[in-house]
């Protein structure tokens, strides 16, 4: 191991609380802060769109780490502080005006919501990334009949799921063609929307917001098309934007997030950056770099950056099957692999009618990626064959194998 006293941690979430266990976990004895900038124990944010949404859920019970292995951590936490800069000469962070110095740092400040930002002036307006966001949703939920969610991405769909278990009228409002579009392509895209609408929900796709009537309290939306809906609640789920202000005059390479090597590191010895903020290549993705929002990764990244921190000497890359997952009533669904580069998209079984789906995609002769809805044994079998980078012909043949 090298010879790092003090490692600093920025971002206390899933990634930097990781980060910190697999740094002792590694054998780290030295000095370790975690500062974030939310006031609350660090806690997982999958939950918040989910089960914080359907039932009275503590959110007590999303709490990554309980006070005593916060202890057992030996860490100095810096909680409800922002880290507004970074100077790499000096090795320091500014958290309240002070600088604290480091060896190793580890950026793990994720990513924010975005947001409407031509209606940013409305107060009513809700997006959802923190535990307080959560809580004010869910409280909106409880008072009000009708709900407009902007955006079919998982989180929107997942709030939609929600809102309808709660007996809402829920509209989505979606300027693409299908939900999920961007992520899993227009032909799972369309079996996702009869989903949608199986569950009630009113799906208004290729339209976007025009107007927004109301203040603290939204009363009616109208979309470009014309058509206008009343709207007690409105939240808007259209992405997120990486946490790398703080960073500007770092130096660090900045480009929609932090822009790592594959072992993440930052460019600068001892730096490394990690989780939704970190813009990386992956070698399952054959080097691609892409920045990835999903909890898996964040969970690898930090795992994987903090052995390569410590010995950058045995540094390894980072070497994954993407994978994320959502829950929305009582349906599963999982992603793995590539589904945003394919040349086409099979189903290999089932039906979104029987709410049991899986659907394979090529690119060229190699099976890239797979999506499957509650079929959790067979989606295990097609991830291990992307693991292994079977080709389409072996992702065929598995599908015979298992209708028979
Ligand atoms: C509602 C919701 C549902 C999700 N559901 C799923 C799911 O079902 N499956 C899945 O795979 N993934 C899901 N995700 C994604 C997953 O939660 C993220 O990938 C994961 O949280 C990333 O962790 P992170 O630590 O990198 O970043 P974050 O969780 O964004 O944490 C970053 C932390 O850094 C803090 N911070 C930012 N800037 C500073 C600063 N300058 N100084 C100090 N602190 C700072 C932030 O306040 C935050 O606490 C979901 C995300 C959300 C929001």
């Given at each position: 191991?090298?010879?790092?006293?003090?490692?600093?941690?920025?971002?206390?979430?899933?990634?930097?609380?990781?980060?910190?266990?697999?740094?002792?976990?590694?054998?780290?004895?030295?000095?370790?802060?975690?500062?974030?900038?939310?006031?609350?124990?660090?806690?997982?944010?999958?939950?918040?769109?989910?089960?914080?949404?359907?039932?009275?859920q503590d959110p007590l019970e999303l709490t990554l780490v309980s006070n005593s292995d916060l202890s057992d951590l030996q860490l100095e936490l810096v909680l409800?502080?922002?880290?507004?800069?970074?100077?790499?000469?000096?090795?320091?962070?500014?958290?309240?005006?002070?600088?604290?110095?480091?060896?190793?740092?580890?950026?793990?400040?994720?990513?924010?919501?975005?947001?409407?930002?031509?209606?940013?002036?409305?107060?009513?307006?809700?997006?959802?990334?923190?535990?307080?966001?959560?809580?004010?949703?869910?409280?909106?939920?409880?008072?009000?009949?009708?709900?407009?969610?902007?955006?079919?991405?998982?989180?929107?769909?997942?709030?939609?799921?929600?809102?309808?278990?709660?007996?809402?009228?829920?509209?989505?409002?979606?300027?693409?063609?299908?939900?999920?579009?961007?992520?899993?392509?227009?032909?799972?895209?369309?079996?996702?929307?009869?989903?949608?609408?199986?569950?009630?929900?009113?799906?208004?796709?290729?339209?976007?917001?025009?107007?927004?009537?109301?203040?603290?309290?939204?009363?009616?939306?109208?979309?470009?098309?014309?058509?206008?809906?009343?709207?007690?609640?409105?939240?808007?789920?259209?992405?997120?934007?990486?946490?790398?202000?703080?960073?500007?005059?770092?130096?660090?390479?900045?480009?929609?997030?932090?822009?790592?090597?594959?072992?993440?590191?930052?460019?600068?010895?001892?730096?490394?950056?990690?989780?939704?903020?970190?813009?990386?290549?992956?070698?399952?993705?054959?080097?691609?770099?892409?920045?990835?929002?999903?909890?898996?990764?964040?969970?690898?990244?930090?795992?994987?950056?903090?052995?390569?921190?410590?010995?950058?000497?045995?540094?390894?890359?980072?070497?994954?099957?993407?994978?994320?997952?959502?829950?929305?009533?009582?349906?599963?669904?999982?992603?793995?692999?590539?589904?945003?580069?394919?040349?086409?998209?099979?189903?290999?079984?089932?039906?979104?009618?029987?709410?049991?789906?899986?659907?394979?995609?090529?690119?060229?002769?190699?099976?890239?990626?797979?999506?499957?809805?509650?079929?959790?044994?067979?989606?295990?079998?097609?991830?291990?064959?992307?693991?292994?980078?079977?080709?389409?012909?072996?992702?065929?043949?598995?599908?015979?194998?298992?209708?028979?």
């Amino acid at each position: 191991m090298n010879n790092l006293k003090k490692i600093v941690v920025v971002g206390a979430s899933l990634a930097g609380v990781r980060a910190c266990q697999n740094l002792r976990r590694e054998g780290f004895e030295g000095q370790l802060t975690l500062v974030g900038e939310e006031k609350h124990l660090p806690y997982d944010r999958p939950p918040l769109s989910k089960t914080m949404l359907t039932s009275d859920q503590d959110p007590l019970e999303l709490t990554l780490v309980s006070n005593s292995d916060l202890s057992d951590l030996q860490l100095e936490l810096v909680l409800g502080e922002h880290a507004t800069a970074l100077d790499t000469e000096r090795r320091e962070v500014t958290v309240g005006g002070e600088g604290i110095s480091y060896d190793g740092l580890v950026i793990a400040t994720g990513a924010r919501a975005r947001k409407l930002s031509k209606f940013d002036h409305i107060e009513g307006i809700h997006t959802l990334r923190t535990v307080d966001d959560a809580l004010a949703i869910r409280s909106g939920l409880e008072s009000s009949s009708t709900i407009v969610i902007v955006g079919a991405g998982f989180i929107g769909s997942e709030v939609a799921a929600a809102a309808k278990q709660r007996d809402c009228q829920v509209t989505i409002v979606e300027a693409n063609a299908a939900p999920l579009v961007r992520g899993l392509g227009i032909e799972v895209g369309n079996a996702y929307a009869n989903i949608h609408r199986s569950n009630g929900i009113d799906l208004r796709l290729g339209v976007g917001i025009k107007d927004i009537n109301g203040g603290a309290d939204i009363e009616e939306v109208t979309l470009t098309d014309g058509s206008s809906m009343p709207a007690e609640l409105l939240v808007v789920g259209i992405g997120a934007v990486p946490n790398t202000e703080w960073l500007a005059t770092s130096g660090l390479s900045l480009d929609d997030g932090v822009v790592c090597d594959e072992t993440l590191n930052a460019g600068i010895p001892g730096v490394y950056a990690v989780g939704d903020v970190a813009k990386a290549p992956n070698r399952w993705l054959g080097g691609r770099v892409r920045r990835t929002e999903h909890w898996t990764t964040a969970t690898e990244h930090a795992a994987l950056a903090a052995k390569n921190l410590l010995t950058p000497e045995d540094s390894e890359p980072y070497n994954s099957v993407p994978f994320i997952w959502s829950d929305q009533n009582e349906d599963r669904i999982q992603v793995a692999g590539d589904t945003t580069d394919f040349d086409e998209v099979q189903i290999f079984g089932g039906s979104t009618e029987d709410q049991d789906l899986i659907a394979g995609y090529r690119h060229g002769n190699s099976l890239v990626g797979v999506m499957a809805l509650n079929n959790m044994r067979t989606f295990v079998k097609y991830r291990r064959l992307l693991a292994s980078h079977g080709s389409w012909q072996d992702a065929l043949d598995l599908s015979q194998e298992l209708q028979s």
